[in-house]
Each structure stands twice: as structure tokens, then as C-alpha cells.
């Protein structure tokens, strides 16, 4: 059983096209993220869901918008989709430990390789 | 500069030996995390620690939180250590560059 699972795993669209990227964890975690790794293999966070709700939004574009319709789901959509776009996407979940600010062990799924032409 | 610095960002060995990857960040952190990518593109956690050092198998991780430094070591180096080495720190969730490891027989 995948703790962590994504799909698709493998994305190749056209630039402008919109998509989407699902997320389900089953380990029955509180805080789900997206992160994107680009061609030089630097991991950086996009957004963090805790109970639903969004904890951190760093600087991404507005065409990115996640989506969590309950705690064990975090989907990524993505809007007039542009060639800088390309890169994998990881979707990742995480207990908390003692309060919001205090993250646990991170799970992370395989990965969404998008590739925008 | 980044907040989280690694080195070194390329690491070769023979099988056996004894492994060091340091990781330095400059933010006041809850926690650090060591984190393995394989070369297939998976990510798995390795360790997560505040404080001291953990241990499993041949793996190990030490914090030194005055410093603000990491280090990760690996004993006996085997070929299939060969991957991606990342430390991150949360909660301000910061990942390092990472360390690439070859490890050859």
C-alpha cells in the first residue's frame, strides 16, 4: 500500500493547456505540500495544507492553485501552463509534532515529471 | 547565498569507505531533516533530529545546533548508498543543494 501517491507520473502537454496533479496520502496525516524540483534537482516548497487549510503559500504564481477537499488529498492544479513550468512535482505529508509550527518526519510520493512543450 | 549550504555538492568513493556530508543552515530551525533521492527520482527521509545524533544501520546523523550544522555520515560505503543526499530544515521548510554520491566497487 503507496503512503504517498501521485498521479500522473509522467505529464506531457502543451504550453497554455491547463492540468492537474492529484495527491492522496493513507497515513493519516495533518499536514500535506507540493514541492517542485527543477533541471538542477533544487527541491523548493510551493504551498502547505494543515487539516485542509493552507499554512504556507510561497512566492508562485497565481496560476498554481492547490486544492485539498479533505485532509488526505492535495491536488495541484495548474493553469495556461508555460514552458518554465517543467520540472517534478512532489507531493510530500507530515504529522506535526506538538502544535502547527513543529512538523514531522516528511513522506514524499514519486514525483510528477511534467514536461511543457 | 543560500540558507541551507551543503557539501560537498559531488562525493565519489570506493565501496567500503567511510562517508561525510555536511549540511550548514543560517535560520533558526525546529528541526533538520536528511532526506535520500534515488537515482530513479523517489525521495525518502533518512533521519529527523533536534538535537544529539540518531543511528540506523549504517547510517548516521549528527546535529550540532549551536554551529548550525550537520553532518551525515555512512560506514562501509556500498554502491547502492549511490544517490542524492538532501538536507532540509523546517518549519521554514529550506532545502539544500544537495550532495551527489557515487559509490563504486
Known amino acids: 500500500d503507496t503512503a504517498v501517491s501521485q498521479t500522473p507520473k509522467y505529464l506531457v502537454t502543451q504550453m497554455g493547456n491547463d492540468k492537474s496533479i492529484k495527491c492522496e496520502q493513507n497515513?493519516?496525516?495533518?499536514?500535506m505540500y507540493w514541492y517542485k524540483q527543477d533541471s538542477k534537482k533544487f527541491l523548493k516548497i510551493m504551498f502547505s495544507?494543515?487539516?485542509?487549510?493552507?499554512?504556507i503559500n510561497e512566492t508562485v504564481p497565481n496560476r498554481f492553485s492547490p486544492k485539498s477537499p479533505d485532509k488526505a488529498h492535495l491536488n495541484l492544479h495548474i493553469n495556461s501552463l508555460e514552458l518554465g513550468d517543467s520540472a517534478v512535482y512532489f507531493c510530500?505529508?507530515?504529522?506535526?509534532?506538538?502544535?502547527?509550527?513543529?512538523?514531522?518526519?516528511?513522506?514524499f510520493g514519486e514525483g510528477s515529471r511534467l514536461t511543457v512543450l | 547565498k543560500n540558507e541551507v549550504e551543503q557539501s560537498p555538492q559531488n562525493l565519489t568513493a570506493q565501496e567500503g569507505e567511510f562517508i561525510t556530508i555536511n549540511c550548514s543552515y543560517s535560520?533558526?530551525?525546529?528541526?533538520l531533516h536528511w532526506l535520500q533521492q534515488h537515482p530513479g527520482g523517489g525521495i525518502v527521509s533518512l533521519f529527523m533530529?533536534?538535537?544529539g545524533k540518531k543511528k540506523h544501520g549504517r547510517l548516521i546523523a549528527t546535529i550540532n545546533i549551536q554551529e548550525k550544522h550537520s553532518s551525515l555520515h555512512i560506514t562501509a560505503s556500498h554502491p547502492r548508498d549511490s544517490a542524492v543526499y538532501i538536507c532540509?530544515?523546517?518549519?521554514?521548510?529550506?532545502f539544500g543543494t544537495g550532495t551527489r554520491l557515487q559509490v563504486f566497487p
Open positions: 535560520v533558526g530551525i525546529s528541526a
Open positions: 497515513l493519516g496525516h495533518d499536514t
Open positions: 495544507y494543515n487539516n485542509k487549510e493552507l499554512i
Open positions: 532540509a530544515v523546517t518549519d521554514k521548510l529550506i
Open positions: 533530529l533536534s538535537s
Open positions: 510530500a505529508s507530515s504529522p506535526l509534532r506538538g502544535g502547527p509550527s513543529m512538523i514531522g518526519e516528511l513522506f
